[in-house]
């Protein structure tokens, strides 16, 4: 995600994390495009994406205590709508439809949603065969949302370090994916292998 021309970003951010309402709707303004249009590249489905980027910026103003210490502020954006589609997609396995899906949500059909099961039980496998501090460093980065300075500090490893464990794991998983799995890499693979 890019900066979309605040000039001012670190002063509104201040601002917000005292309660700047104001300040908050010209955030949710300049960002609000960017983070629409990530959710529906990844989602396909329009309902969903306009969910996930109001459930994006409700997340921001509920943490908004922990703004002034965020140093990318479009790298928190990604990586917040980036878990908010993770748990929508892992709700949506969890659970069978009780009603037809719309049209637009046509990859929720139950023989898609057995594929991105799959997909997913992959992933979760691949993962298990990380080297135990490389898969806490890439289950923190890509389940829990952490910055690398937040996982460099919980593991007192440095930034760097946390970032070569997650290059090493995304190749590791690129390549175990690419051996188990035959058909096109689906986007519920791409929103873990992307970088955060």
Known sequence: MTNNGLHNERELLQQIAQG?????KQLVDAYWKTVY????AYSKS????????????IAVWMNRDKLPSVINFPG?????VRNKLL???RQRLSTT??????LEEAHWRPD????????????MKGIGELPPVRKKVFMMSRLEGKSYEEIGIALQISRNTVKEHIARALNFLRSYFAQHYEG?????????????
């Open 97 to 102: 439809p009780v009603e037809n899906t719309p």
């Open 76 to 80: 928190y954006l990604y990586i917040i």
């Open 46 to 57: 329009v309902h969903l994406a306009e969910e996930l980027t109001q459930d994006t910026f």
């Open 112 to 123: 898609t949603q057995m594929e991105y099961r799959q997909v997913y039980d992959i992933l």
């Open 37 to 40: 249009g990530h959710a529906l």
């Open 87 to 89: 748990t929508a997609i």
């Open 184 to 196: 096109l890499i689906p986007w519920l693979l791409l929103a873990f292998l992307l970088p955060g």
């Open 20 to 24: 700047d309402k104001p300040a908050f």
